[in-house]
């Protein structure tokens, strides 16, 4: 599976931007697709997953009002739409995909990662 992550630049506070995320090779209705995130100086978190055959979501606690993921299957395109942007969302957004059958949250349970677009937030 291979993984192109885009849609990252500079906004204000209280922006919004849109991540795509986009698929190829491997069967993707079994995956399940996430997106993660890096901030400066701090370990890769988990922000939202989506199961690519029934659509469930899952997000995390802390972006949860703020973020939704969604897929186009007909694009096979994973999108993290971001709202009220804080400067504490800027990171570089990792896209990433997990062969497992449950909801998967921890990093090292995905097995494939997109190359990563930077958000930046100014206050």
């Known amino acids: 599976v291979q993984l192109q992550a885009f849609g990252g630049g500079l906004v204000q506070a209280g922006g919004s931007l849109r991540l795509s995320c986009v698929a190829s090779g491997r069967t993707l209705s079994n995956l399940l697709m996430a997106w993660f995130r890096q901030a400066p100086g701090k370990e890769r978190e988990f922000v939202a997953s989506i199961r690519w055959s029934s659509g469930g979501t899952y997000y995390a606690d802390s972006v949860k009002d703020r973020f939704t993921i969604s897929r186009d299957n007909a694009k096979n395109t994973v999108t993290l739409q971001i709202n009220s942007l804080k400067p504490e969302d800027t990171a570089v957004y990792y896209c990433?995909?997990?062969?497992?059958?449950?909801?998967?949250?921890?990093?090292?349970?995905?097995?494939?990662w997109g190359q990563g677009t930077e958000v930046t937030v100014s206050s």
């Open positions: 990433a995909a997990s062969r497992k059958l449950y909801l998967a949250t921890p990093r090292y349970e995905y097995d494939y």
